[in-house]
């Protein structure tokens, strides 16, 4: 068995011995900077959720790919900028950074134009740290009410927790914003923290390294 797909059973195990409800979670396995070479593997494993951070890289890796294993989805995960949205939805099925409205114009728009659907994560900068993308949480209703007049799928918040702090409690806090809204999905938890998210209700955790071992 290939290192990456033996990463990935472990994670699943781990999740499995720790969280009730494991079988909710599904781990995307972040591709970025891989070849398509160390991803295949996985593929032929059956994992079916993958993660992107430029619209271009993923346009390039995974065109072909998708076409083979439709089943697969494809997750942007990192920012997105309005000129690349209309590439954006040729190739991905989740955005999990939407943060501000014209973003959210621009998808709407294009979904009109291409005649598909995606779903929409809001990304909240819940450390409320400048160098960070994500809405601040007090702004969370405004576009939320915006993108549901949109038509737009939004079916989740994301987040990126402080480093510097333990992430349990900025987890609490999207756990608690996500219910508010009554939205069933979160994007959150890295390879260093997502049991930590996993016990916050996380539904969609974010796995890289821990996967495929270090970037070069």
Request: hydrophobic share 35%; aromatic share 8%.
């Amino acid at each position: 068995m290939h290192k990456s797909t033996t990463n990935l059973d472990l994670i699943r195990e781990d999740l499995k011995s720790k969280i009730k409800n494991y079988k909710n979670i599904k781990i995307i396995a972040v591709s970025k900077t891989f070849p398509i070479e160390a991803i295949k593997p996985l593929i032929e494993h059956g994992h079916l959720e993958y993660g992107e951070n430029k619209v271009q890289e993923a346009i390039n890796k995974w065109t072909e790919i998708k076409i083979a294993y439709p089943n697969i989805k494809l997750h942007l995960i990192g920012k997105l900028q309005t000129n690349k949205v209309k590439f954006a939805l040729k190739i991905f099925d989740y955005v999990h950074s939407v943060d501000n409205k014209k973003l959210a114009k621009k998808i709407a728009d294009e979904e009109l134009k291409q005649n598909k659907k995606i779903k929409i994560f809001l990304q909240i900068n819940i450390g409320n740290e400048e160098q960070k993308s994500g809405i601040n949480k007090d702004y969370l209703q405004d576009l939320y009410s915006y993108c549901k007049d949109l038509n737009l799928d939004v079916v989740g918040l994301m987040c990126i927790p402080p480093t510097e702090h333990k992430p349990e409690i900025f987890f609490k806090e999207m756990d608690l914003l996500a219910k508010k809204f009554n939205l069933l999905e979160l994007s959150m938890g890295m390879s260093s923290d997502y049991i930590e998210a996993a016990k916050n209700s996380a539904t969609y955790l974010r796995i890289g390294s821990n996967i495929f071992g270090k970037r070069s």
